[in-house]
């Protein structure tokens, strides 16, 4: 199945559904996305502004009625066109890779600028019964970047923990997510 999106596509594949599994419907599948502009999607879910395209995919993707059990997936910005990230999305990136707020967006004279250059966003994830790892895939030869900010400055790196959380704390994390419109979504 193909769905236009976004600004891009979105290809459901290998899609099984289990009516009567434990109780609760199961669904399967894997999701590859393609050409996704960052923006439309974080306006539509106001996470916080992103500007560039996207390309990825989730595999072998189980669901037990709305909640996750298990898959791996891997979200990567191209490398050409416009480039930059709110605070609040570098906020919101902050909370899911580390659990915090990034407290140096508000010191010096990084708290007077609303949008940052960044070079790659990269994530690559996998969460298997309760166990979540995330990783960061923007920078070659490390997987702790999730935000690789590029040369010039101001410059903000997005770092993550390379310690596997469970789903539930994961859950917490996007609870805590800032999705409160502002000026500077």
Do not use: W
Request: hydrophobic residues 40%; charged residues 25%; contains cysteine.
């Amino acid at each position: 199945m193909r769905i236009e999106a976004f600004g891009g596509n979105l290809r459901l594949s290998n899609l099984q559904l289990d009516p009567f599994s434990l109780g609760l419907p199961q669904f399967k599948g894997d999701i590859e996305l393609s050409g996704i502009d960052l923006f439309l999607l974080t306006q539509t879910f106001a996470f916080g502004a992103i500007n560039g395209v996207v390309d990825g995919k989730v595999h072998g993707l189980r669901l037990y009625g709305a909640t996750p059990s298990h898959f791996s997936g891997r979200l990567e910005t191209r490398f050409e066109g416009k480039r930059n990230i709110s605070v609040k999305a570098l906020n919101n990136l902050a909370i899911l890779s580390q659990g915090g707020l990034s407290a140096a967006l508000s010191r010096g004279v990084y708290r007077f600028i609303d949008f940052y250059r960044y070079r790659r966003i990269g994530i690559q994830c996998e969460l298997s019964e309760d166990v979540f790892t995330l990783h960061g895939s923007a920078r070659p030869n490390s997987r702790r970047y999730l935000v690789d900010g590029g040369v010039l400055p101001p410059k903000i790196d997005i770092l993550t923990s390379e310690q596997p959380i469970s789903f539930r704390e994961m859950l917490r994390r996007l609870k805590r997510l800032d999705r409160a419109g502002r000026r500077n979504n």
